[in-house]
C-alpha cells in the first residue's frame, strides 16, 4: 500500500530509517569505518572469550549449513518420489 503524506515533510517510520540507513552508509562506508568497527569488535570478542570461542562458532556455522543442505536434499528426493 503506497502511503500518500498529507504534507511534503510526513514520512512513515520506515521511510525515515532507510533515509538515515543511507545517509550513514554514504558518510562513513567510503572510509573503511565499517571494516574498522568490525575489527574491534572482533578484537573485544577475542579478548572476552578467547581463541576457543572462534573455534566453536565455526564449527556451528558448518553444521548449520550442512544440516541445510541435508534438509535440501532430502526434500528434493522427496519431491522425486511423490
Known amino acids: 500500500?503506497?502511503?500518500?503524506?498529507?504534507?511534503?515533510?510526513?514520512?512513515?517510520?520506515?521511510?525515515a530509517g532507510k533515509k538515515g540507513g543511507t545517509t550513514t552508509r554514504d558518510r562513513y562506508a567510503a572510509d573503511g569505518f565499517y571494516a574498522r568497527i568490525g575489527h574491534k569488535g572482533a578484537l573485544a570478542t577475542l579478548s572476552k572469550h578467547g581463541h576457543p570461542f572462534y573455534v566453536r562458532i565455526g564449527t556451528l556455522g558448518g553444521a548449520k549449513v550442512r544440516a541445510l543442505v541435508a534438509a535440501g536434499k532430502a526434500a528434493e528426493a522427496k519431491g522425486r518420489k511423490g
Open 1 to 15: 500500500m503506497v502511503r500518500t503524506p498529507t504534507k511534503p515533510t510526513e514520512m512513515t517510520v520506515r521511510e
